[in-house]
């Protein structure tokens, strides 16, 4: 029994100084910036000067009790969220099953919804801009439809749909590809088998194509959802968070009280709840997702 | 196989250190400085000045120049002590952002060269701590042949002048305006403007108003001239197009240029690109009305890019030379007029050929008010804030009063975390 325990911790030993290197770098370049913004966040600095005034518990108290913008921006940002994770999944699983079928010319369809995915946001941000105001100024100009004359980027409530669009717009081609994979994991002798069974064809979907590709959609949509929660650079470039504040997300809220009010204490303390609030919503999605998984 | 062995040595080989210090020691030789600047617009008049003093002084100027991240950028480089030798700021209230940074140069002989009005902005408890870089103008710019081909000949000063020229222009077909508002920056200096003459009415001066502001004494909501403000953000929004909380910059300078808008509110910085899209377009300045009062219309006239020096830079010396250079040389003196087309600081400076810097000075000189650009007093980090708080008034999120006591709490806030 000793002799097995030893051996074992042997084993262990071996197998941690292996680690050893990976641990290392992670300690230096990840935890501990980490835990020193932790520090930040109880402190009064303005990012230049050259003393931090600890003052406690002070940034969490106003961020907690005394600050409506930031929780609006908290507000909008979940609302974003739930509603790009949904609609993002929904219409990229669609597609997905489409372009896994025998359809003509699948091969350009799939690059063509790729291609958004590989510019980046800030530039996509830009390009939907000048689409929303300059082009469909000339939409309207030659249809005449009302439709094109909307501010969409002006009017407090059409602006959360464009965000909307331009963001799922952007990321469909990614989530499509990994539910495409996903698909061609499902045997065929399972379809065969339910097909003979009398399985009509939204039978064979939700009975056992959706169960089958349940690791693709806990991937797809844990991945959207803490993408969803860091939204960012396409508020920056599309919106800057306007009109007045409707679309300031809570990563654009952050951004702006460290670096343009320099405020970088109190930035620093909602980043950690921020930090916090991913952290607890992703782990409860993964648990979630996990338990519905089967194998074959 | 060899051949891509090959090229990853090399590769490796010139990104090694051993290399890097190799390098190094070649330069020691002669200096170069390490300069931040913003304003990409002026990127040609930049490199052009580069090689000027490269050519006449042997210094070589290592320049960088951001727009939008320019302050993070600078933040950081600050703090990991990768400190630019010369950089850029406004004038004001970020003397004292970057008062562990920069250079005191109120015993540098070239300081007096200098308009001692252009010298306001960056003096603190006397001590001079930036070089004012230009003098910028801002107000309502107009394209003359509209005004023209519309039978406007008085130009407006007060509120309601400008409502009739508006109503004029729109009945004719002509969009009046091009707003500027998706612009965090165009709206604040739009509003700001509309209330330049209170403080020194009502306030005992500019900066006894924003002291009383960051202590709490005065509130926005206690300022009944704010009306004027909101009046005038109406006015432009209503005759602003169909679309008139998604203008920019973009849309402002090309609108004005082709003719499809009479007016936007801009600075003269604005004259370059809107003759980019029409070289003949014939410009002109409009004083910018506060409420009513035909009187006090004014502009907004004031240095506020300001260049700073590190004062922990290893090239302190070479830095001051460069200013100096700036201030006294032939190239130098007649950079900011000849070549950035903009008013210069400099006392005894030649006029720039640009339209709206000789409107500027000619409106000045008939007796128009030029006010400082006050709201650059207000803690930093206000200008977008506030200017977010008055676009979503501008688009209707929030009513007059609700704005005023937004633009109240976030101005504490931002008072109380600065101060």
């Known amino acids: ?296 | 196989m060899k051949k891509t062995m090959l090229v990853l040595m090399l590769l490796l080989v010139a990104f090694s250190p051993a290399f890097a210090a190799g390098q190094q020691e070649q330069k020691t030789g002669d200096v170069t400085l390490n300069v931040l600047f913003y304003s990409p617009e002026l990127a040609e008049q930049y490199n052009d000045m580069v090689a000027a003093y490269k050519a006449e002084t042997g210094v070589t100027l290592d320049i960088t120049v951001l727009q939008t991240d320019y302050r993070s950028v600078l933040t950081s480089r600050l703090n990991s002590g990768d400190i630019p030798d010369i950089f850029m700021s406004s004038a004001y209230a970020d003397n004292s952002t970057y008062k562990d940074y920069v250079y005191d140069l109120t015993d540098e002989d070239f300081i007096k060269k200098i308009e001692p009005s252009a010298l306001q902005g960056v003096t603190v408890n006397n001590r001079i701590l930036g070089y004012p870089f230009l003098v910028q103008s801002h107000s309502f710019i107009y394209n003359k042949k509209v005004f023209r081909d519309n039978g406007i000949t008085a130009l407006p000063r007060t509120l309601g002048e400008f409502e009739a020229v508006a109503k004029k222009l729109q009945a004719n077909g002509v969009q009046p305006f091009a707003t500027g508002f998706k612009e965090f920056w165009v709206l604040p200096q739009t509003a700001w403007q509309a209330i330049a003459e209170v403080p020194d009415a009502k306030y005992g001066g500019f900066e006894n108003f924003v002291s009383m502001l960051n202590t709490g004494k005065l509130k926005f909501k206690d300022i009944p001239e704010m009306s004027q403000l909101f009046d005038l953000l109406d006015l432009i929004g209503k005759y602003g197009g169909p679309k008139p909380n998604e203008s920019d910059f973009n849309d402002q300078t090309s609108s004005l240029a082709t003719g499809k808008v009479a007016m936007i509110h801009q600075g003269n910085w604005a004259e370059d690109s809107i003759k980019k899209t029409n070289p003949a377009v014939e410009l002109g300045f409009l004083v910018g009305p506060t409420g009513d009062n035909a009187a006090t219309g004014g502009i907004m006239f004031d240095s506020n890019q300001t260049i700073r020096i590190a004062k922990d830079g290893k090239n302190l010396q070479a830095a001051l030379d460069f200013l100096r250079w700036l201030t006294t040389s032939e190239y130098g003196r007649n950079w900011i007029p000849g070549k950035v087309k903009q008013l210069s600081p400099l006392i005894g400076a030649a006029a720039p050929d640009s339209q709206i810097a000789q409107e500027t000075t000619s409106l000045l000189a008939s007796g128009t008010p030029g006010y400082p650009w006050f709201y650059q007093m207000f803690p930093t980090g206000t200008e977008q804030q506030l200017g977010a708080i008055l676009q979503g008034y501008c688009a209707g999120q929030t009513n007059r009063s609700q704005t005023l006591d937004a633009l109240d709490a976030t101005y504490a806030k931002i008072a109380k975390a600065a101060l």
């Open chain 1, 1 to 296: 029994m000793t002799q097995l325990n030893k051996k074992q911790l042997n084993r262990a030993l071996v197998f941690g100084a292996f680690t050893l290197p990976a641990l290392l770098a992670i300690l230096i370049s990840v935890e501990i910036p980490f835990l020193m913004s932790v520090f930040s966040s109880f402190t009064k600095w303005n990012g230049l000067d050259r003393v931090q005034t600890f003052i406690g518990l002070e940034n969490y108290k106003e961020l907690f009790f005394d600050d409506p913008d930031m929780w609006k921006a908290m507000l909008f940002t979940l609302t974003l969220t739930l509603a790009s994770v949904v609609t993002t999944n929904v219409c990229a699983l669609l597609l997905a099953v489409l372009l896994d079928s025998d359809l003509a010319g699948k091969n350009v369809l799939r690059a063509a919804f790729y291609v958004p995915n590989i510019i980046s946001l800030i530039i996509i941000g830009y390009i939907w801009r000048f689409i929303f105001s300059a082009g469909f100024e000339s939409f309207y100009q030659s249809t005449g439809v009302e439709f094109f004359m909307f501010s969409w980027l002006g009017d407090t409530h059409l602006v959360f749909f464009s965000v909307l669009l331009v963001s799922v717009w952007h990321s469909l081609g990614f989530y499509l590809v990994v539910y495409i994979a996903g698909l061609q994991t499902v045997p065929r002798d399972l379809i065969e088998a339910s097909m003979i069974d009398g399985a009509n064809r939204f039978t064979q979907f939700f009975r056992i194509t959706l169960p089958l590709i349940m690791p693709s959609i806990t991937v797809c949509v844990f991945h959207s959802l803490s993408n969803g929660l860091k939204a960012f650079d396409v508020i920056l470039s599309l919106t800057n968070g306007g009109p007045g504040t409707v679309t300031t997300t809570i990563a654009l809220d952050i951004y702006r009280t460290a670096f343009v009010i320099n405020r970088f204490g109190y930035g620093t303390a909602k980043s950690v709840i921020l930090f916090l609030l991913i952290l607890v919503i992703s782990s409860v999605q993964v648990r979630a997702f996990k338990q519905r998984e089967v194998e074959v």
